[in-house]
């Protein structure tokens, strides 16, 4: 009998769910696919932080999963969000692809005017490093913004550097240095989410990187001590227990930046509460500006 794993339906999820299953049958466990519709695939049109975050694309696999409709689903990491439904459990992290973002554009870097991105963060680092260029708001699947960006929308646009090398794309640009442009927590990470339990083991042992959830559950504990959520500016990213974090304005003029070295949980820990504390004015501006409610 096949393990059913869940997965969105983009190019991109059901390549990343393919790569687990792939895991999976080379370790003597047949697996199958089950497409399920979120609604944050459903509703592009809009930002992220309008329809309820990056939790839009993990409860429909949540509820799937609750049910027992199907034994596992494959995720990015940085989807998943802090609060959890009881009962399941990430159980396996894969070994993390590149970090970064990478600017996709044909025209020389110095030509670049107009970058289209929905992420707060993403628009609030470009215009802390390139105060001149035009941020305008980008959502929907890997071909929807390559195809704007053809159409001649942007002169770049933003996507996430792993999800390029899982589609196998090869594009002209920029990538983006992870250590300057702090990614989102978890990027570039597939993560397995199961309820516990025997399935939950098993893929544990199966698939899991250690070092891999090490940082990235670092990346999660200063994550957690924020508080800010995807709606505000943030990057987190841990390479083998080398923390940086940063909290920006929306306008990316103004930034709060902490590294860490040989990072461990109470340390991480520590961090966050010392960056929230820093960079409250600046969470708390970018709330009252996309008019969410503390």
Do not use: W
């Amino acid at each position: 009998m096949s393990l059913l794993i869940g997965t969105r339906g983009s190019a991109l999820a059901l390549a990343q769910a393919d790569k687990v299953i792939r895991m999976l049958r080379e370790r003597g466990v047949e697996a199958e696919k089950v497409v399920i519709t979120t609604i944050g695939d459903s509703v592009t049109g809009v930002p992220l932080h309008e329809i309820g975050g990056q939790g839009v694309f993990v409860r429909a696999l949540d509820e799937a999963l609750i049910r027992g409709d199907i034994d596992a689903a494959v995720h990015s990491a940085k989807d998943i969000p802090a609060k959890r439904p009881a009962g399941l459990v990430t159980c396996a992290i894969l070994e993390r692809d590149s970090p970064a973002d990478y600017l996709v554009h044909e025209v020389p870097f110095d030509s670049i005017r107009v970058v289209g991105t929905s992420s707060t963060r993403r628009k609030a680092q470009l215009l802390r490093h390139h105060p001149g260029l035009d941020i305008v708001p980008l959502r929907g699947n890997v071909d929807t913004r390559l195809r704007r960006l053809a159409e001649g929308r942007y002169d770049a646009i933003v996507l996430a550097e792993a999800g390029l090398q899982r589609l196998m794309l090869s594009l002209p640009g920029t990538r983006l240095s992870p250590e300057t442009f702090v990614p989102s927590p978890n990027q570039g990470t597939i993560a397995v989410v199961s309820r516990s339990g025997k399935v939950a083991a098993m893929l544990a042992g199966l698939l899991d990187h250690g070092q891999t959830r090490r940082d990235i559950m670092l990346e999660r504990i200063v994550m957690e001590e924020v508080g800010g959520g995807c709606f505000t500016p943030q990057g987190l990213y841990c390479n083998h227990g080398h923390l940086f974090a940063e909290i920006l304005s929306l306008d990316g003029k103004r930034c709060v930046r902490k590294e860490l070295h040989s990072a461990d949980e109470s340390s991480a820990r520590l961090l966050g509460r010392e960056l929230k504390k820093e960079a409250d004015p600046l969470i708390r501006e970018a709330h009252e500006k996309l008019g969410l409610k503390e």
